[in-house]
């Protein structure tokens, strides 16, 4: 089992930034992926951002390029998400996700709400 903490959303307004965090506990060492995916309301869950646990390949959902930087610390067991020049239709409630080796995204975190006002 892996066990997922966000935290850092909040409330910015456009052209804001925020940094969100998401720490790994349990079986850390099963990672193979994590990332960060955003749902709202009224609309299916949305790829944001993925790495892997080496650090070496990421990738970015084509609504966040360019404005946003994933990021890990393995000693940390914590993957961050830098978000700049925020955008209204940023506002959704984001969630940390890991894919273990073998699996697609099977572990999930709660959630942390992101609010970006105009």
């Known amino acids: 089992q892996v066990q997922l903490v966000e935290s850092g959303g909040g409330s910015v307004q456009a052209g804001g930034s925020l940094r969100l965090s998401c720490e790994a506990s349990?079986?850390?060492?099963?990672?193979?992926?994590m990332g960060w995916f955003r749902q709202a309301p009224g609309k299916e869950r949305e790829f944001v951002a993925s790495?892997?646990?080496?650090?070496?390949?990421?990738q970015y959902g084509d609504s966040v390029k360019g404005r946003t930087t994933i990021g890990r610390d393995n000693a940390k067991s914590t993957v961050y998400l830098q978000m700049n020049s925020l955008k209204p239709e940023d506002t959704a409630v984001y969630y940390c996700?890991?894919?273990?080796?073998?699996?697609?995204?099977?572990?999930w975190g709660q959630g942390t709400q992101v609010t970006v006002s105009s």
């Open positions: 349990g079986r850390t060492f099963s990672i193979y992926y």
């Open positions: 996700a890991v894919a273990t080796y073998g699996s697609e995204w099977n572990y």
């Open positions: 790495i892997n646990w080496g650090g070496s390949t990421s």
